[in-house]
């Protein structure tokens, strides 16, 4: 089993930053053998939507969805378990829920409980 933990959100003026961490705990080789790592978000009454992360497979791609390119960057530390999202030049629109997801090598998917990011003046 593993468990995702994500910390660092809050509330920023348009413009300003955040970052977001998740921490990953539990199976071990689960933690380690994932086909993708990383962050979605989700406003009220919308799907989540697939906001950066680390795709492993055919060699690895790092992915950022359009919205937030050039703004945002997605790192991970693979000895904690983490990935992380830094948020810069943050606008009204970022504001979410965002959640930390793992996919496992066998297809299983775990998910944080979230994190809410508000961008305001």
């Known amino acids: 089993q593993v468990q995702l933990v994500e910390s660092g959100g809050g509330l920023a003026q348009p413009g300003g930053s955040l970052r977001l961490s998740c921490v990953g705990s539990g199976n071990t080789f689960t933690l380690k053998a994932y086909n993708f790592m990383g962050w979605y978000r989700q406003t009220p009454g919308n799907e989540r939507e697939l906001v950066a992360g680390?795709?492993?497979?055919?060699?690895?791609?790092?992915y950022y969805a359009d919205a937030i390119k050039d703004r945002f960057t997605v790192s991970r530390d693979g000895a904690r378990n983490s990935v992380y999202l830094q948020m810069n030049d943050l606008k009204s629109e970022d504001t979410a829920v965002y959640f930390c997801?793992?996919?496992?090598?066998?297809?299983?998917?775990?998910w944080g409980r979230g994190t809410q990011v508000t961008v305001s003046t």
């Open positions: 997801n793992l996919v496992t090598a066998n297809k299983r998917e775990f």
């Open positions: 680390f795709f492993t497979a055919n060699g690895g791609t790092t």
